[in-house]
C-alpha cells in the first residue's frame, strides 16, 4: 500500500465526509424569501421532533457530490459488462428531450386538453413497443422489471378468475431464471414449482410437459435465458402450456439480444416487461429509476391495469378507473414512469427499425466475439455453440489453483473495469455473466479480453496472494460484508460513535 | 448509427475469429420460422436534429405547468429544484453507474444513499428508512403487505383520507396475496375512523397525514388504538416538504412511515419516475422491503458502505423474500438527496412555511369568492374546496383561461359523491398575482 498521506485525499481521489460531520442546522444552499409569520392553520400541530439537517451551501454540496461522484465506475468511463443488466450507452438527446419543459413540467392531473402531446408520446410509445414484439397491447404503468412482472402474472390471475379456473395456482419458474420471477409469482399470490437446471443450461419441453397439470396458471422463462442462450424449443414449450389451459410469461430482461430479429408475439408469449433501462437505453441511475412497460396477449390485453389512454375522435382521453371494465386494478399511482417513455421513444426514434435490429446483432456478434476469444484461456458452460448477448464462464479450470470467481472479479477492479455478474445463474457453480452490448468497441473487447487472459495466465501462474488481495488500486478495498449484516448501521445518528464517526474525526 | 461503434471492417474480422460466416449463423437457436426475414414495420433511423424536432413537437403540444397560474397538487407538487441539483444528478459517474454491487467502486452512490437513509429517518422521525422505493404509492401498498408479515394478519384498513391512487394500488398488490383491504369512505377529516374498524384480524390501519384534502391530523390516539389491537398504523403522505412545519408520523408513534418525495428534488415529469421514502421501527428491519445501505470497514480499516440485510431480497431469497422489489429509485433518490442537503433544517422550514402561508392566502381568497366553501380546517399546502357547480366543469373552464385550479375530486374517485369538491394546493411557486388570477377566474365561471 502506498503511504498514507496528511490529508487523507489520494491525489484526484478526496476524501470526503458524511454531509452529518460537515454541514449544520443553520447553513444552506438556498435563498429563499422570509416567511411573514403569519398565524398558522395547523391548530398546534407544529412539528416540535428535531430536524437535525444538515444544510450546505451550493459550493460545498457541489463538491460533496462531486468527490463522491468521482468513486463510482459508470458507462461512461469504460466497459460495463454486467450481464444481465444491458449496461449499454445512455445517449444524451434523451435526456435532453425528458427535460423538455413540455415533458417534465406536466403534472399527471392535468386536464386531458392540456396534456394531449404527453398521451400521443405514450400512445407512439406503445406502438413501437407493440410493433418490435408482435404484441397486441401495453401496459406501460409498471414502474420496474420487476413491477413489470407483477403486472403480467396479475393479467394471468385475472384472465384465470374470469374463465372460472382462479384454482390454477402453481407457476413453474426454471431454476435458472432470476430471483425476481419466484418473488414476483409469490407476491401474485401463485406457488412456484420449480424446473431443475438441465446440464445444457436450456428448458426442456419434456421437464416442463412433466409438470403441467390442470392446476398450472403459467410459465415463467427467461428469453434468452441467463445462461446466454436462446430456448430452441421455445414455441413448442408455448404451445404445450397453451394445451394445458395456462399461460408463458417471458421475463423481457434479456430482450437486446433479439429486439428487431425476434418478436416474442411469435414465440408464444402471453406477457412480457420490458425494462426500457435495458435495451431502450435509459439510465440505470445507480439503482433506477427503471421501466416496465408489459406486452400482453390478446388473451390477456383485457385485464390490462388502468390508466388506458382511449383515443376518441382526435382527442385523447384517459380512463383512470378499473371499475366498470376488466382491468385487473392499478400498478401505482397516475401513467407510470413518463420521464423513462420519453428517453425510451428518442432511443427508438434514433436506431429505427433498421438500428434496432443492429442492436441486437451487434449485441450478439460482441458476446460470441468474447466468447471466442475466452474460450481457450476459462472454462465455458456452454461454449461449444454460439452464446446470445452474454457470455457464460465459469470458475472451475481456475478453482482448483485456488482462485474463485469473486476474487476473478476483484482482480478486475483493479484494471479499470466493473466486473462481470458474479454467481448468477445460480445454476453454474462459479458463474461469470460477461454481456458487452452492442455500444463497445471492437477494440475495448480486445483489450478486455487480453486483460482476462492475462488474469488467467497469473492464476497458472500460482499468484493466488494477487488475487486475495485485490483489488488494491480502488478507492475502497475489499469491504467487510458480514459485518454490515451483523451490526447494521444504517443510519448516522447525532453523537455517532460507530468505528466510521470515529474515524471520520480523526 | 450514431450510438453504434462497430465498422463493417470490424464485423467481417469478428465474425472470421468466431469461425461464422454471417451473423445470423450466431442466430441458430432461434426456430427459423421466429427469425424476422425484414425489417419490422417501424420509420427507418434519424438523426439527433429530426428525432429533437420530433420530440419538440410532441412537447409543444402540452400546456406545461410554469405557463399557467398552477394550483394542482394531489399527489405530485410543483416546487422549485435548484440548478445544482440537474447537475449533479447528469454526472456521469452517477447517472450511467448501476447498482452498487461491487461497492469498492461505487462509493459514491452508496455514501449518497447512506446520506438519504438518515435524512429520510430525521425527516420521517422513524428509526429506519431504506434505500427508496419506486414512489408514494408503491411504497405504501409495500407498507401495507409488510404489516401482514409482521401481524400475520389479513385485514388492512384505509382511512377516507388516503389518495384514492395508493388505495388502489394497495388494493391491488394485496389482494393478490389473499389479503382484504377495507377503504372508508372518502372524509375530509376523519382520520380515527379507521379506529372504529379494529379487531383481532386488522393487520394494520392505514392513514394520511396530510391527507387528500389536506387536513392535519394528530395521529397519537389512532396508533394507540392500533397497538391496542396488535395491529400497526400505517402513515403514508404525498406532500414531504410538510414535516419542515409539522409533526411527522413517526413523533405519533407510526410503525411504517410512506409516502411519495417527489417535491424534494424532482421535477412533476407526468406522474414519473419519483422517488418513494419508506421508515420503519428498527425492529422491523428483517421484513422491511427494498434495498439499504449500511456502515461497515474494508480490509485496511476504512469506513465505506455497501448494500446489506440482502437476506431479505428476491436475490437470495426468491419466492420467500419480503419482496419482488429489485429497482430502486437511484438517481430520483439522489436528487432528493443533494436538494435536502441544500435545504437543511433552515432551508426546509423556510420553504415549508412559505408554502404554508401561500396556502392561507390561497384559501383566504378562494373563500371570498361567492358560493365557495373552504372545507379544510387545518391544513398544511393544500385545502378542499365545495363549489356550488361541478368541481371537473370549473377545472375545464378555469383551464382555458390558463389556471389549472387543481384536481376534481369526481376524478380521483368519482364514487365518493363529492362532484362538487375541489383540491387544490399552492406552493412557493404561486405568486401573488397567480392566486388572484385564480380567485377572479373562479368568481367569473361561477357566475
Redesign the interface.
Known amino acids: 500500500?502506498t503511504p498514507p498521506t496528511t490529508s487523507g485525499n489520494r491525489g484526484l481521489l478526496q476524501a470526503?465526509p458524511?454531509?452529518?460531520e460537515t454541514?449544520?442546522?443553520?447553513?444552506?444552499?438556498?435563498d429563499?424569501?422570509?416567511?411573514?409569520g403569519?398565524p398558522?392553520?395547523?391548530?398546534g400541530?407544529?412539528?416540535?421532533?428535531?430536524?437535525?439537517?444538515?444544510?450546505?451551501s451550493?459550493p460545498e454540496?457541489?463538491r460533496?457530490?462531486?468527490r463522491?461522484?468521482?468513486?463510482?465506475?459508470?458507462?461512461?468511463?469504460g466497459l460495463?459488462p454486467?450481464g444481465s443488466?444491458t449496461?449499454k450507452?445512455?445517449?444524451r438527446?434523451n435526456?435532453?428531450?425528458?427535460?423538455?419543459?413540455?415533458?417534465?413540467?406536466?403534472?399527471?392531473?392535468?386536464?386531458v386538453?392540456?396534456?394531449?402531446?404527453?398521451l400521443?408520446?405514450m400512445d407512439?410509445l406503445a406502438h413501437?413497443l407493440c410493433?418490435?414484439t408482435g404484441m397486441p397491447a401495453v401496459a406501460l404503468s409498471p414502474?420496474?422489471?420487476?413491477?413489470g412482472?407483477?403486472c403480467g402474472m396479475?393479467a394471468i390471475?385475472a384472465a384465470l378468475e374470469a374463465r372460472g379456473e382462479g384454482r390454477r395456482k402453481r407457476v413453474l419458474v426454471p431454476s435458472s431464471a432470476?430471483?425476481?420471477n419466484?418473488?414476483?409469482?409469490?407476491?401474485?399470490?401463485f406457488t412456484?414449482d420449480e424446473i431443475p437446471a438441465r446440464d445444457d443450461g436450456r428448458v426442456h419441453l419434456d421437464d416442463v410437459k412433466a409438470k403441467l397439470g390442470p392446476d398450472v396458471a403459467a410459465i415463467m422463462i427467461t428469453n434468452p435465458n441467463t445462461c446466454g442462450?436462446?430456448?430452441?424449443e421455445?414455441?413448442r414449450i408455448a404451445d404445450a402450456i397453451h394445451e394445458a389451459g395456462a399461460y408463458f410469461y417471458c421475463d423481457g430482461a434479456n430482450y437486446n439480444a433479439?429486439v428487431?430479429?425476434?418478436?416474442p408475439g411469435?414465440?408464444g408469449v402471453d406477457a412480457m416487461h420490458i425494462n426500457l433501462?435495458k435495451t431502450f437505453?435509459t439510465?440505470?441511475?445507480?439503482?433506477?429509476?427503471?421501466?416496465g412497460p408489459t406486452v400482453l396477449s390478446a388473451a390477456l390485453a383485457p385485464f390490462a391495469?388502468v390508466p388506458h389512454i382511449v383515443l376518441r375522435g382526435r382527442t385523447r382521453e384517459l380512463r383512470?378507473?378499473?371499475?366498470g371494465t376488466q382491468a385487473?386494478?392499478?400498478?401505482?399511482?397516475?401513467?407510470?414512469?413518463?420521464?423513462?417513455f420519453?428517453r425510451a421513444?428518442?432511443y427508438?426514434?434514433?436506431?429505427?427499425?433498421?438500428?434496432?435490429?443492429?442492436?441486437a446483432?451487434?449485441a450478439?456478434?460482441?458476446a460470441?466475439?468474447l466468447?471466442?476469444?475466452l474460450k481457450p484461456h476459462f472454462s465455458a458452460p456452454f461454449g461449444e455453440?454460439?452464446c446470445?448477448h452474454e457470455v457464460l464462464l465459469d470458475d472451475s479450470s481456475i478453482k482448483p489453483k485456488g482462485v474463485e470467481t469473486i476474487d476473478m472479479?476483484?482482480a478486475l477492479?483493479d484494471e479499470g473495469y466493473?466486473?462481470f455478474t458474479t454467481y448468477?445463474p445460480l445454476v453454474v457453480h462459479g458463474a461469470m455473466l460477461i454481456e458487452p452490448t452492442?455500444?463497445?468497441?471492437?477494440r475495448e473487447l480486445d483489450r478486455f479480453a487480453e486483460v482476462m487472459i492475462a488474469l488467467a495466465g497469473r492464476v497458472n501462474a500460482g499468484e493466488v496472494e494477487f488475487f486475495k488481495q485485490a483489488?488494491k488500486l480502488?478507492?475502497?478495498?475489499?469491504?467487510?460484508?458480514t459485518?454490515?449484516?451483523r451490526q447494521?448501521?444504517?443510519?448516522?445518528?447525532r453523537g455517532d460513535n460507530?468505528?466510521?464517526?470515529r474515524?471520520?474525526a480523526e | 448509427m450514431r450510438y453504434l461503434p462497430l465498422t463493417d471492417a470490424d464485423r467481417e474480422q469478428m465474425l472470421a475469429v468466431i469461425g461464422v460466416k454471417t451473423v445470423d449463423d450466431l442466430f441458430v437457436d432461434v426456430p427459423n420460422a421466429a427469425l424476422l426475414k425484414s425489417l419490422v414495420d417501424l420509420p427507418r433511423a434519424q438523426g439527433e436534429l429530426e428525432v429533437h424536432r420530433r420530440l419538440q413537437r410532441l412537447a409543444e403540444k402540452n400546456t406545461p405547468a410554469g405557463r399557467t397560474a398552477f394550483f394542482l397538487g394531489a399527489g405530485a407538487y410543483r416546487h422549485h429544484v435548484p440548478a445544482s441539483v440537474d447537475h449533479l444528478i447528469q454526472r456521469s459517474e452517477f447517472l450511467t453507474a448501476y447498482t452498487p454491487y461491487q461497492p469498492e467502486i461505487a462509493q459514491g452512490t452508496l455514501q449518497a444513499l447512506y446520506e438519504f437513509q438518515s435524512q429520510v429517518a430525521q425527516l420521517l422521525d422513524v428509526e429506519i428508512a431504506n434505500a427508496s422505493m419506486y414512489d408514494g404509492s408503491t411504497a405504501c401498498a409495500e407498507a401495507a403487505m409488510m404489516a401482514a408479515r409482521v401481524t400475520k394478519r389479513k385485514k388492512i384498513v384505509f382511512s377516507g383520507g388516503v389518495h384514492p391512487h395508493y388505495v388502489d394500488t394497495a388494493r391491488t398488490a394485496c389482494e393478490a396475496q389473499g389479503l382484504e383491504i377495507v377503504a372508508l369512505p372518502a372524509a375530509i377529516d376523519d382520520e380515527a375512523a379507521v379506529a372504529k374498524e379494529l379487531s383481532a384480524d386488522v393487520a394494520a390501519v392505514v392513514v394520511q397525514s396530510p391527507n387528500l384534502f389536506g387536513t392535519v391530523t394528530d395521529l397519537t390516539q389512532i396508533g394507540e388504538a392500533a397497538r391496542g389491537a396488535g395491529a400497526l398504523m400505517v402513515a403514508t403522505f404525498t406532500e414531504c416538504v410538510a414535516f419542515g412545519l409539522i409533526e411527522p408520523a413517526g413523533a405519533y408513534g407510526a410503525d411504517i412511515v410512506c409516502g411519495e418525495g417527489q417535491s424534494i428534488g424532482n421535477a412533476l415529469n407526468f406522474g414519473g419516475p419519483y422517488v418513494g421514502l419508506f421508515g420503519v421501527r428498527e425492529k422491523y428491519i428483517r421484513q422491511m422491503p427494498g434495498r439499504v445501505a449500511g456502515e461497515t470497514i474494508d480490509a485496511d480499516g476504512k469506513r465505506g458502505f455497501v448494500l446489506t440485510l440482502s437476506t431479505r431480497e428476491q436475490h437470495i431469497r426468491r419466492e420467500k423474500a419480503t419482496s419482488n422489489i429489485c429497482t430502486n429509485s437511484g438517481l430520483c433518490q439522489l436528487a432528493w438527496t443533494i436538494h435536502m442537503t441544500l435545504l437543511g433544517e433552515k432551508g426546509l422550514r423556510q420553504l415549508a412555511t412559505l408554502n404554508h402561508e401561500k396556502a392561507i392566502e390561497l384559501a383566504d381568497a378562494l373563500a371570498k369568492v361567492k358560493g365557495v366553501e373552504v372545507l379544510t380546517e387545518r391544513f398544511f399546502n393544500e385545502i378542499a374546496v365545495k363549489l356550488p357547480k361541478p368541481a371537473q366543469e370549473v377545472v375545464d373552464t378555469l383551464a382555458a383561461r390558463g389556471v389549472i385550479a387543481g384536481v376534481a375530486m369526481s376524478r380521483l374517485n368519482p364514487r365518493a359523491g363529492m362532484d362538487d369538491v375541489l383540491i387544490a394546493c399552492a406552493t412557493e411557486m404561486n405568486t401573488d398575482e397567480d392566486i388572484a388570477a385564480y380567485a377572479k377566474a373562479l368568481q367569473e365561471a361561477l357566475q
Open positions: 500500500m470526503e458524511l454531509i452529518f454541514g449544520h442546522a443553520t447553513g444552506a444552499g438556498v429563499l424569501p422570509e416567511p411573514k403569519a398558522t392553520k395547523l391548530n400541530l407544529t412539528r416540535k421532533a428535531a430536524l437535525d439537517l444538515p444544510g450546505l451550493e454540496t457541489m460533496h457530490f462531486v463522491l461522484s468521482q468513486k463510482n465506475y459508470a458507462i461512461d468511463l460495463f454486467l443488466c449496461m450507452h445512455n445517449p438527446l435526456e435532453r428531450a425528458a427535460r423538455f419543459e413540455g415533458f417534465a413540467d406536466l403534472h399527471p392531473l392535468q386536464p386538453a392540456t396534456v394531449q402531446g404527453a400521443e408520446l407512439e413501437w410493433t418490435l414502474k420496474a422489471g420487476a413491477h412482472e407483477f396479475l390471475k432470476h430471483g425476481t419466484p418473488a414476483t409469482a409469490a407476491a401474485a399470490g412456484v442462450l436462446f430456448e430452441p421455445i414455441r433479439i428487431g430479429k425476434v418478436r411469435d414465440l433501462h437505453s439510465p440505470h441511475g445507480g439503482g433506477g429509476p427503471g421501466a391495469p383512470e378507473h378499473a371499475h385487473f386494478g392499478r400498478m401505482c399511482a397516475f401513467h407510470g414512469q413518463m420521464g423513462m420519453t421513444l428518442a427508438m426514434l434514433s436506431h429505427g427499425s433498421d438500428g434496432l435490429r443492429q442492436v446483432e451487434d450478439v456478434l460482441n460470441n466475439y466468447l471466442a476469444r455453440r454460439p446470445m472479479a476483484k477492479l466493473h466486473p448468477f452492442e455500444t463497445e468497441p471492437k483489488p480502488t478507492p475502497m478495498r475489499r469491504l467487510d460484508d459485518r454490515a449484516a447494521p448501521k444504517l443510519r448516522w445518528r460507530s468505528a466510521g464517526a474515524q471520520a
